[in-house]
């Protein structure tokens, strides 16, 4: 630490120990300096104290944490780790937060409320499943998710180990941990065996718990359950172990206990029919369930306790009669304890009456012989080696044997009971993995301690060196994990006492070797322990008894009482009194105590009591074995099963001994942390680096530590690394691990000093301005007030004195009139002669200042001139030089290039292939050639008037200049114009320079360009190669697939496969080739800018869209409204670039209109094509040859393809349409707006291509069809003159000629064309120039204006006048936006109508051509065909037949994609469906109608059961299901659904059948999807909502990081993929937006979209809020702060898609409440008021827990008291909450479809050829 740090200082909280309370808090009130012998401090309420100090016999007190470490969720997140520390944070949530569970690094402190809290239903399982241990509140659901995930996910077995005290809840912490692994871990199949491991749970309550006096329900056994589970972690079984049965309970209690629950509740229904006969009564009645005085229980029912019991025996599969056998053996014991045995008069023994009626009940229950067991009861058999015989029994000794019975019996019957519950909880099937719960005693110490309490005082030093040597392991993996130098930690290592007990001659071995002695006896065996051990550490000798002896356990001193010691160990059981048992006539209890290892033949035997034998029976094995030995034995067991698995430890604490809900006794507490190791834990923690911060936690805990210059760096560790080495001197006291810094104990404390210093003094600082603001407004008001009284009193004052002035005025104006005469005089004179001196003064020094300056200003013109002039000859010896080489290199390229020329004119072959079919493009570059050097020349004209322009205005500003100068006599504002001059002529002479520059960059880039676009062809070349190869190589391949078909198959998929990457390559080579030629043309429009406007930048006011480097017509300024293309993007990119963008939506249009006009052109050629061959046929009907056939399917191909294309690029159109939007919705991301701008100049470059591609198809098919028109014109006409010569070459060569001639007119045409569109577009171009000169002249002005005015400015008034200006623009900019907007919309409105207008021309078109080619494969009939088709109309049916169908529901459902429509009217598979259904209707076939119906919902079942998780399919088919529904609703013929339809759909309604039925069966079909679909949304969103809603930082730097604990920072999150990822707000709601866009686009009915967003924002809120409810490190001002900004996001998102209606935002109410009550104030009675008023959406027990969990982030926050939380609760206590915590996130809002009718009609509906549904017939 630092060196001016000393802990002990004044104002320092410490511990001091209490004889009352433990430990008690006080303060240092004098700095405490190291030596001295008294530390003076000051108690809670105000006592002095003065608390002397030793170095050995009195240390310094322990410190206190700072307040905001205190409450939190795990121990071992204290900065000081020790006794009073965890005592008082467990003290502090117990009492205050109401919280029973606290983590103390691997250990869960359980502590006893003793009262039902609501914090265990499956909604609270369902809330911790599948979290990470530390990101909820401590609870035993944590703990159980822990190790199901551990076991999961390392493959390993679990064990959680529960132990405490007798009442600490142990029980019931183990029920709850297996109640949550059957919830969690149900089993797969139908077995339940999840039940029957919770069934077991009564039972074992019943036969092994009993009332103490620390606990109603204490369980004096210990149980260790497996529960298997499968590969897929289903329960599939359990087992049960079960240690040291409490049989001396059977027939003892002590005062105020009782018997096991399994007597009493046999009594409670001894009135049963069925028990009468077991002769029951009253519990009283008995001797062994009334010792205790008490046989009941406050608040339990033992009858009703039975009948759960009874339950649970039925459900684990024991039938009634072996419950029947059960009872009966209980009950047997209870009256073999009313057996009355008489003592005879010697003493020596004892007899039974003859008569006692629970003796006859006994044998009767039992099935044994009454005369036998009367016998043996008072009698034992003694054998010696040579005989046997019966010895008579003292009573004392009669009623112990009895007694030692009725404990066998019942220890059997237990172990019966738990061997056949494991037998029903065992499985076939093979166990993958278990979870062990152990639910065992804990450490215990009574002012009597015998056998019982040694034994278990045992097992937890076993345990205990278990837990040790674990908590230990895990710290040296922490440490080793993070490269950590370590030393080996001391930690208590109990081994010497488990050996003083266990080992060879320990305290068990000399026990046993006691009980073989046979007269040894208790106090034999204390004589031996104390020779044998007095020289043990652990062992000691009570100084006042000499039959006991003191075991020094690692919790506490223990002693042992010896009386009864052996007796216990033996167990001792009669032999003959067990054969009688074993003799039973019932099978059940004969069962019992037969050997389960015996032979098979002592099973079958009898014994006989009588009969005596030579040679005595070898005793039982079983009894042979103490109970020490067994004991042993499967404690040894128990330990080898837990050390084989990972433990996860729980201690249960029992905070009183009176059973006082939430009432805690500090000293109880202590003793039972330090005897359950939590303190060890802690003091093993501490011993280490127990406080660790990852670096970004700690990084945004103490920034504010940090300066501004260390906050810059980007490596955070290092700033960590600085900012301690600066704040913590001695490096010991921490260490820097690999993603951890570790501390020592106190160093985060002082760490938190110093930020509590810090904030203190800035808020010092902030309250020192706000109050001396204050005191400033008061001053002002005092000193207003003191003015005003002043002026008043001065008045009256003033008055006064102006009398006295009246008075003296007289005798002054005298006075003042002489002396004014006489000093004026003088006053004259003397300025005379000093102006005199000035003027002559001041003359000489202005002449000398102007000499000076006139020869300055005569030498610079000199300067200038000879710099100007050498400056000039270098530039043009340079320029000359430049112009030389540049010649003599051109010179070189130009011969070079001659020879070439010369080589190629040689060929010619050359020159035939370069005239052929090359005259159009040589024209057309040649025009391009001339087109482009017009253009650079006009440039350059341009660019030369735009420089006169210029110059003309310097010399204007010169002239200003001059007269400026002349004007003025000052020479500020000379110097500033001066400057101004000389800075336009720097920016003219900069423009200059960029130009050129930008100029030499376009030419490198354009001869790159050229480079790459040359390697793109190459390549594209070698790739058709390829592609024609492969197509090759499939041909043959399925030319040989009849032969081989396996095989073959994987081949053709195989190469499919590479066919289809080698077309990805080639589209990918033809994007970026389209990527290249885009910035060619980019950099060539800049180069222009550049150009037109030299020194000038634009501004978004002054940009034009009407520059085009196409050779297309350019779009005049008028056409901006009209265009297509203009949708949104100046909302997103600016004025600059959504001009470009919208220049480039005009060109698209533009082509658009022109492929439509040229296919209007082909239409019209196509009909006289058409009128031609029908003119010939007529004439002459002769078959039309094979050749003009061919041209004809050429020529409609052609067409076909051309209309294909021109859907092609409509839907392109859309594409970038719907880029546009989305870019426009995520317009804060820069990259995703770089792409969508990327994807639109590829969209656009490849429609360009294929654009000019079809242009050329059209222009040669145009020139086929005239030169077929001509040649068969030629042909009749040779006809009809029967010219023989055929084959001469003559009218071949004219034949060709006409070709030739044709295809130069229509060449000519083109030409035309285009040199018109080049000439408009120059003009275009030479206005827009012209439009921009004025633009820049007004620009000039206006700034020349500007700068005149700011002259003459303050600099205040030009800042002003700054602000105003650009406030102004920003205005004009707006408006001029709005505008611009409000014509994108009109234009999209038209343009929508013109797509409508398109698509139905290309369905009349398609129509129109499939007609034609029918007529033209049918000449004779072409007339009749035609007027029947213009006769029938589409009547909105499809017809298909019947050996279709299972392939329309292939194409229509089975196979179909939602991308395969998404272009096409939404839910266009509905529609399709029900025409052909109207068509089943139509022609009454009913058979058909029901098969379509009933194939058609059974295959969208199939759809969706295979895509059960995907959002896009489930929503694509709810809105077509919907649809279908909707149809048949809408064309049923009811009247109620036919108010909305038109003539023309109330014509095409059903006529023959009632579809009721089918439209009930697709209701429900579509709930059943509506539900999926929420299934799936839910699934995709659950794991993003904590982490976007309560984690994410959606306003930087708000949320506060507090020290972690050990949960936080080694649990199930430490693994090697770096923990779980996280989600921001803006992540979810992107996702939402997802969802609804997928919706909106397939055409879900906007009630159903609505119901699905509601659903889902039910979701987040109850996820949220149950989290919130969860989690104490949310809960804090800060965090509420974050929810509500969160929850407004969601509602603005709401707003933007009109989903506010829906409802949904009320759904948000409760989240927003509970954020709000994050926020208000929570101390006085206002705000409990105000607080009770505004949370009316949260129940009662959410606000308490809420205001419970409330934890501040800052010293400065202050905790909810706890009056005030009482306040809240009696306020609140009249509602009528329900009682549950949790919101239910699984529940399910009902869903309603409103009928929605479609305004399509299906006459209307265009299907497109791309769902190849040909066989459908439109009727």
């Known amino acids: ?119 265990y239903g499956e909604e609270v399982i369902n809330a911790y499943s599948g979290q990470n241990m530390g990101d909820m509140d401590p ?25 405490g005290e007798s009442g600490a809840g142990k029980t019931v912490s183990a029920k709850y941990a297996m109640r949550f692994f059957a919830t969690v871990g149900g089993s797969a199949n139908d077995t339940n065996v999840e039940e029957k491991v919770l069934a077991s749970s009564p039972i074992m309550e019943a036969i092994g718990n009993a009332k103490t006096t620390r606990n109603d329900n204490s369980s004096r056994f210990g149980k260790y359950i497996q529960i298997g589970f499968s590969r897929r972690y289903h329960i599939i079984g359990a087992n049960m172990r079960t240690y040291l049965l409490e049989k001396s309970r059977v027939v003892f209690q002590a005062e105020d206990e009782r018997n096991y629950h399994i007597f009493y509740q046999l009594c409670a229904s001894a009135s049963l029919p069925e028990f009468r006969e077991l002769g029951l009564t009253s519990a009283e009645d008995f001797t062994f369930t009334s010792l205790g005085e008490n046989i009941f229980i406050e608040g339990v029912n033992d009858a009703d306790d039975f009948i759960k019991t009874r339950e649970a025996f039925t459900l684990l599969g024991i039938k009634e009669s072996s419950q029947s056998s059960i009872f009966k053996v209980i009950a047997s014991i209870l009256h073999l304890g009313n057996v009355e045995i008489c003592s005879e008069r010697d003493g020596e023994s004892c007899h039974i009456s003859r008569d006692d009626v629970h003796l006859q009940h006994f044998c009767r229950l039992l099935g044994v012989e009454l005369q036998q067991m009367e016998h043996w009861l008072c009698h034992r058999k003694l054998a010696t080696t040579s005989e046997t015989y019966v010895k008579n029994m003292s009573s004392k000794q009669a009623s112990n044997a009895r007694d030692a019975l009725a404990k066998h019996i019942y220890a059997r019957m237990f172990d019966w009971i738990v061997e056949h519950i494991n037998m029903s909880l065992q499985t076939s099937s093979k166990q993958h993995s278990f979870i062990g719960v152990l639910d065992i005693y804990g450490f215990e110490t009574f002012e009597v301690n015998s056998f019982e309490q040694f034994c278990i005082n045992y097992a937890n030093e076993k345990l205990q060196q278990q837990f040790n040597s674990h908590v230990f392991k ?134 006989n009591v009588r009969a005596a034998k030579p040679t005595p029976k070898t005793p039982n094995r079983e009894h042979r074995k103490t109970v020490g030995h067994q004991f042993r034995s499967s404690l040894h067991l128990l330990m080898e099963t837990l050390n084989a698995t990972t433990p996860h ?185 000093v102006v005199t001196i000035q003027a002559y003064t001041r003359g000489m020094f202005t002449r000398r200042i102007y000499w000076e300056f006139l020869m300055h200003h005569k030498a610079m013109i000199i300067q200038k001139s000879v710099r100007g002039w050498l400056q000039r000859k270098k530039f043009r010896r340079a320029r000359a030089a430049a112009i030389i080489i540049q010649c003599a290199y051109r010179r070189r390229l130009a011969k070079r290039q001659l020879q070439q020329l010369k080589i190629e004119a040689r060929s010619a072959q050359h020159l035939k292939k370069l005239n052929t079919g090359m005259e159009n493009k040589i024209v057309q570059l040649q025009r391009k050639m001339d087109d482009q050097s017009k253009e650079l020349k006009s440039q350059n004209e341009q660019l030369q008037q735009v420089n006169i322009t210029l110059g003309s205005e310097v010399n204007k500003l010169q002239k200003q200049l001059e007269q400026a100068r002349s004007q003025q006599a000052g020479g500020g504002q000379l ?110 429009e800049e180069v222009s800018l550049n150009k037109f406007h030299p020194g000038h930048r634009r501004n978004p006011s002054n940009v034009s869209s009407l520059e085009s480097d196409s050779n297309y017509p350019s779009i005049s300024t008028s056409e901006v409204g009209d265009t297509e293309d203009s949708i949104q993007l100046v909302e997103e990119m600016g004025v600059e670039k959504a001009a470009m963008d919208i220049s480039l939506f005009m060109k698209l249009q ?73 870019r426009a919705s995520q317009n804060n991301s820069s990259n995703e707006l770089q792409d969508g701008y990327n994807l639109l100049l590829s969209q656009l470059k490849a429609a360009t291509e294929e654009l000019d591609a079809r242009k050329e198809e059209v222009l040669i098919l145009r020139t086929q069809i005239v030169s077929t028109a001509e040649q068969q014109g030629k042909n009749n006409h040779i006809e009809s003159e029967n010219v023989p010569e055929l084959n001469s070459k003559e009218p071949i060569d004219k034949e060709e000629a006409a070709k030739d001639y044709h295809g130069l007119t229509e060449s000519k045409k083109l030409l035309e064309a285009q040199l018109q569109t080049q000439s408009r577009q120059h003009k275009d171009e030479l206005e827009a120039l012209h439009t921009q000169i004025e633009l820049l002249r007004d620009d000039i002005e206006k700034k020349q204006e500007i700068l005149n005015y700011m002259s003459s400015l303050s600099p205040e008034a030009k800042v002003e006048y700054s602000v105003q200006q650009e406030i102004t623009r920003l205005t004009n900019d707006n408006l001029d936006l709005k505008e611009l907007v409000e014509k994108l919309e009109k234009n999209e409105r038209k343009l929508k109508k013109q797509l409508r207008i398109y698509m139905k021309k290309v369905q009349e078109l398609e129509a129109s051509m499939a007609a034609a080619q029918s007529s033209r494969s049918k000449p004779e009939l072409i007339r009749q065909v035609t007027v029947q088709r213009k006769e029938k109309d589409f009547e909105g049916m499809l017809e298909y037949n019947k050996e279709d169908e299972a392939l329309l529901l292939k194409t229509l459902i089975t196979d179909m994609r939602p991308s395969l ?84 759909q109330n014509e095409h309604c059903l006529k023959n059948f009632d579809l009721a039925e089918y439209r009930q069966v697709l209701s429900d079909l579509s709930i059943q999807i509506y539900q999926q679909l929420i299934k799936v949304a839910e699934g995709i969103i659950q794991p993003m909502i904590v982490s976007a809603m309560l984690e994410s930082e959606s306003i930087p730097s708000l949320a506060g990081v507090k020290p972690m ?187 309603l479809f409103p009928y929605t009718p479609s305004a399509l009609s299906l006459e209307t509906l265009h299907i497109p050829a791309s769902l190849d549904l040909n066989f459908l017939i439109r009727v």
């Open 1461 to 1544: 429509v998404s272009a096409t009217v939404p839910c266009l598979p509905a529609y399709i469906l029900f025409m052909c259904i109207r068509h089943a209707d139509y022609i009454n076939d009913d058979q058909k109608v029901e098969a379509l119906l009933t194939s058609t919902i059974n295959s969208i079942k199939k759809v969706l059961k295979k895509n059960n998780d995907d959002f896009e399919m489930t929503s694509f088919w709810l809105a077509n299901t919907s649809r279908l529904l909707h149809c048949l609703k809408q064309y049923s013929g009811d009247e109620a659904f036919m108010t909305q339809n038109t003539s023309k």
């Open 1 to 119: 630490m630092t060196s001016d740090y000393y802990p002990y200082s004044q104002y320092t909280r410490v511990w001091i120990p209490d004889p009352d309370d433990v430990w008690k808090a006080a303060e240092i009130t004098r700095d405490y300096k190291e030596g001295e012998a008294v530390l003076h401090l000051k108690l809670e309420d105000e006592t002095p104290l003065e608390y002397p100090v030793g170095p050995k016999s009195n240390p310094l007190p322990f410190l206190r944490n700072p307040d905001i470490l205190v409450g939190e969720n795990d121990l071992t997140a204290l900065s000081y780790l020790h006794e009073p520390a965890v005592l008082h944070n467990l003290r502090v949530r117990f009492l205050e937060s109401n919280h029973i569970y606290t983590y103390c690094g691997i250990v869960l402190v359980a502590i006893n409320p003793y009262e039902q809290l609501q914090i």
């Open 1605 to 1791: 604990g050990y949960r936080n920072r080694s649990s199930s999150m430490d693994t090697d993929a770096g923990g779980p990822s996280s989600y921001t707000l803006e992540a979810l709601i992107r996702q939402l937006g997802q969802f609804h866009g997928i919706m909106r686009d397939h055409g879900l009915d906007p009630e159903i979209a609505g119901q699905v967003v509601r659903q889902l924002f039910h979701c987040i809120n109850a996820t949220t809020l149950n989290n919130l409810l969860l989690r104490k490190d949310v809960c804090s001002w800060s965090t509420g702060m974050q929810l509500r900004y969160n929850t407004s996001q969601m509602e603005e998102w709401l707003r933007a898609n009109n989903l506010y209606q829906s409802n949904a935002a009320a759904t948000l109410e409760p989240i927003i409440q509970a954020a709000q009550l994050l926020q208000v104030k929570k101390k006085t009675t206002q705000d409990a008021e105000a607080i009770c008023s505004l949370c009316t959406s949260l129940t009662t027990q959410q606000i308490v827990k809420i205001l419970n969990l409330y934890t501040p982030l800052n010293e400065f926050e202050e905790r909810v008291t706890v009056s005030f939380i009482r306040t809240i609760q009696n306020s609140l206590q009249d509602r009528n909450d329900p009682p549950q915590l949790l919101l239910d996130t699984k529940q399910t809002f009902p869903v």
């Open 139 to 163: 609870h035993i659901f944590a703990v159980a998710e822990e190790a199901y995930k551990q076991m999961a996910r390392d493959e390993r077995n679990q064990s959680i180990i529960v132990s």
């Open 975 to 1084: 110097t500033s114009l001066q400057e101004e001059l000389d800075r336009l002529r720097e920016e003219l002479q900069e423009a200059l320079a960029h130009n050129k520059k930008l100029e030499e960059e376009h030419g490198t880039e354009k001869q790159s360009l050229q480079q790459r676009v040359e390697e793109l062809q190459r390549e594209n070349s070698l790739l058709k190669t390829e592609k024609e190869e492969m197509n090759q190589i499939i041909a043959q391949l399925s030319k040989s697939s009849e032969v081989d078909g396996s095989s073959v198959s994987q081949k053709e998929a195989t190469l499919q496969k590479e066919l289809d990457q080698e077309r990805q390559r080639y589209q990918n080579l033809l994007k970026e080739f389209s990527r290249l030629e885009q910035r060619y043309d980019n950099l060539k």
């Open 474 to 607: 895990l710290e040296q993996e922490e440490y080793m994990k993070e490269q950590i130098p370590w030393t080996l930690i001391d930690f208590y290592d109990n081994q010497p006492c488990i050996d003083l007990i266990e080992a060879k001659l320990g305290i068990l071995d000399l026990l046993d070797e006691e009980c073989k002695v046979p007269k040894g006896t208790d106090q034999n065996w204390a004589q031996k322990l104390y020779k044998q051990h007095s020289s043990s550490a652990h062992f000691q000798k009570p100084r006042m008894s000499n039959v006991s002896f003191i075991i020094i356990h690692f919790a506490d001193k223990v002693e042992y009482q010896c009386e009864g010691f052996l007796e216990k160990n033996r167990d001792t059981v009669y032999e003959e009194q067990i054969n009688i048992l074993k003799a039973s006539q019932f099978q059940l209890v004969a069962d019992l105590f037969h050997d389960k290892d015996g032979v098979s033949s002592s099973k079958s035997s009898r014994v």
């Open 649 to 833: 430890y729980v201690r249960c604490i029992k905070p009183n001994d009176v059973k006082e809900a939430f009432s805690f006794d500090s000293s109880r507490a202590v003793q039972q942390l330090r005897a359950c190791g939590v303190l060890e834990t802690i003091r093993i923690s501490a011993a280490g680096y127990p406080s660790r911060w990852t670096y970004p936690d700690f990084f945004s805990r103490y920034r504010v530590l940090l300066k501004k210059s260390d906050m810059m760096s980007a490596d955070k560790k290092l700033v960590c690394r600085n900012l301690l080495e600066t704040l913590i001197k001695e490096p010991d006291m921490y260490q820097f691990g690999k993603t951890k810094i570790f501390f020592r104990a106190g160093q985060v404390a002082y760490l938190e000093k110093i930020r509590a210093d810090k904030f203190r003094s800035a808020c010092i600082k902030i309250q020192k301005t706000v109050r001396g603001w204050l005191q400033r407004v008061r001053y002002r008001k005092i000193r207003k007030s003191a003015i005003t009284l002043q002026r008043y009193g001065r008045g009256y004052l003033a008055r006064r004195y102006a009398e006295f002035l009246r008075l003296s005025r007289a005798a002054l104006i005298c006075q003042k009139q002489y002396r004014m005469v006489r000093d004026r005089r003088a006053f004259l004179r003397v300025r005379q002669a």
């Open 1150 to 1222: 533009k082509r658009v209109r022109e492929l439509e006009t040229e296919r209007k052109r082909l239409q019209t050629s196509v009909d006289k094509m058409e009128e031609l061959a029908k003119r010939k046929g007529s004439e002459s009907r002769s078959p039309t040859s094979e050749t003009e056939t061919a041209d004809l399917a050429y020529d409609s191909l052609k067409r076909q393809e051309l209309e294909t294309e021109n859907k092609k690029l409509k839907n392109d159109l859309n594409e970038l349409r719907k880029t546009i939007s989305e």
